[in-house]
């Protein structure tokens, strides 16, 4: 079974850009979640898509960030304008129902300059 | 303030040596789960614990939840250079609103031969 892809694996942009990061979930998993981890501190809840619904997007920093799951399956997160505080690593993962473990991907390494 | 504190942040042993790491909050949770993550890589699950009390064993692994569900530990035995890596605790909390996990700021393992 593959696993969570996500793409690309690193991304340096300058502020004011716009970033557009994609996960491909493993099939079949309806819950998709995105995670970031900034410099220093732990890995944090971004938002939580059931299908093509966001179920969650408390986790979302700002209106910068925009989050859509195409017909349920893969997603995007895209930043725009990227801010030198965006500059972490950024999760996604999946998992076929509440409450179970999660398949992460190998992350987004974002960097602002 | 982390919700999930684990301890010690950083551990330095030597092969065949035991270590135990922690994870403590002050919050309920209906489940915790511990993971394990490599450079480049995005956090693997290893176990996940439901019931106040429980042990778990994976091979030379033991994971205890706390009997209030607020703690947990990691207790590793005759450690090998390949347990090298950043250990994660991460839980869902009781009554939260949404389906996410929080993670602790995980604890760095380093086994040398």
């Known amino acids: 079974e593959a696993g969570v892809t996500q793409f690309p694996s690193h991304s340096v942009i300058e502020k004011g850009q716009t970033v557009t990061l994609r996960c491909d979930p493993i099939?079949?998993?309806?819950?998709l979640y995105w995670y970031r981890r900034v410099m220093g501190k732990e890995i944090k809840f971004l938002l939580h898509?059931?299908?093509?619904?966001?179920?969650?997007e408390s986790g979302m920093p700002n209106n910068r960030f925009l989050a859509e799951r195409t017909g349920g399956t893969y997603s995007t997160l895209k930043v725009q304008p990227a801010e030198l505080e965006d500059s972490g690593v950024y999760f996604c993962?999946?998992?076929?129902?509440?409450?179970?473990?999660?398949?992460f991907g190998s992350g987004t390494r974002l960097t602002v300059v | 303030t982390q919700l999930l504190e684990q301890s010690p942040q950083f551990l330095s042993i030597q092969e065949g040596e035991n270590l135990t790491v922690y994870c403590n909050s002050s919050?309920?949770?209906?489940?915790l789960q511990w993971y394990r993550q490599e450079p480049g890589e995005g956090p693997v699950l290893l176990v996940t614990?439901?019931?106040?009390?429980e042990v778990k064993k994976l091979k030379r692994l033991t994971f205890q939840f706390g009997d209030a569900r607020k703690d947990s530990s990691l207790h590793i035995t005759a450690a090998q250079p390949g347990d090298t890596g950043l250990y994660l605790c991460?839980?869902?909390?009781?009554?939260?609103?949404?389906?996410?996990?929080?993670f602790g700021g995980g604890t760095r393992v380093l086994v040398k031969p």
């Open positions: 099939s079949g998993h309806d819950n």
């Open positions: 993962a999946s998992s076929p129902g509440q409450f179970y473990g999660y398949t």
């Open positions: 919050s309920v949770f209906s489940s």
């Open positions: 614990v439901v019931t106040g009390g």
């Open positions: 991460a839980g869902f909390m009781i009554k939260a609103a949404g389906n996410k996990l929080t």
């Open positions: 898509f059931v299908k093509e619904s966001k179920q969650d």
